[in-house]
């Protein structure tokens, strides 16, 4: 037992702590950085911050909350999901962390500056959940609520984007409706109080007459009826994955009952990014094509892609799998890349 953390602010513990390196003046430190948790009673302060904890210590490093400078005073909501951090520079140390709180705002934390009084957080995106503050009592859960980590990947044009799903993890069978979104950060979002993107300006990409445009910050479409997107997503070769889930319309006390979906969109347009038949991809102005396929039955986790190097002159083989409160493994065949790199030979240099 090394050390353990404690603060009023502190809720339970929901979110699968990001670890990463930082320069805090000239010293190399590892840091935890989570999620203030979960509190049913959305009325308090509890659960509503976000935390830099020194790995070896235990000592707090840095917090953000709703009494801090800047975007501060929207975050009102619990921080129940498992936080990304992201190296952008490639130089060993994180730069920017990302996180989903249950009212449905997208929130990034800048930390790569040597002072951790230069450490700011602001709002990325706020969902139409129609809220920034929590009801005057009792328990809340806002449509559009993120209860997952969000999933980064860079464009060909090195921009930064942010994918994440909706859904109320703690009420599986409601009915709320939800959306998965596809986010791009760039200059275009200041440092600026309450400069959130929002809805108006993603492009709807719901149904066949959606279509993208290059000048939003993004898109959206709106999930079936009572689905819900609990896990993370995974991106690769420029198709993002994702399962969805959608209850059985029977409620039972039964983890395996309802849908299980896998989402395989295009992630700079949102679109199909195959044919779940043939596993073949699709073109980027194919807006009609279908996003899912049914693979099962209860609760999906995150899409893991194996790879299948080609045999002889043969073509590289990919697919998605996953696993699901019903016992299932599903494996979905995705479209692989034209070629693969390999490692054909290798030397250690020591200095």
Known sequence: ???????????????????GKVKIGSTDTFVMFVGGGYDTNQNNNTGKAFFAINLETGA????YDNASPGDGTYMNFSLAANPTAVDLDNNGYVDHVYIGD????????EVSDTSTSNWKGKRLFAAASGQTNPPPAGEYYPAQGFYAAPTLAFDSGHHVWVFIGSGDRNHPNSTASNRFYGIKDT??????????????MLADVSNATGSNTTDTDGWFFALAANEKAFAAGNVFNSTVLFSGFTP?????????????Q?????MTTGYGAMNFSTGQALGTTDHTAAKSTTIGSGIASMPVVIVNPPA????ATASAITATTNQQLPNTPVPAPGFLKQVRSWREQIR
Request: charged letters at 10%.
């Open 102 to 109: 249950v009212g449905g705002q997208l929130w990034k934390f």
């Open 312 to 315: 002889g002159s043969g073509s």
């Open 187 to 200: 200059a275009n979002v200041p440092w600026t109080t309450g400069a959130a993107v929002t809805e108006s």
């Open 262 to 266: 896998l989402y395989a969109v295009q």
């Open 248 to 260: 059985a319309t029977t409620v039972t006390c039964d983890s395996g009952g309802g849908t299980a």
């Open 1 to 19: 037992f090394l050390w353990s953390f404690t603060d009023s602010r502190m809720a339970e513990t929901w979110s699968e702590p990001a670890i």
């Open 60 to 63: 707090p490093v840095w917090t």
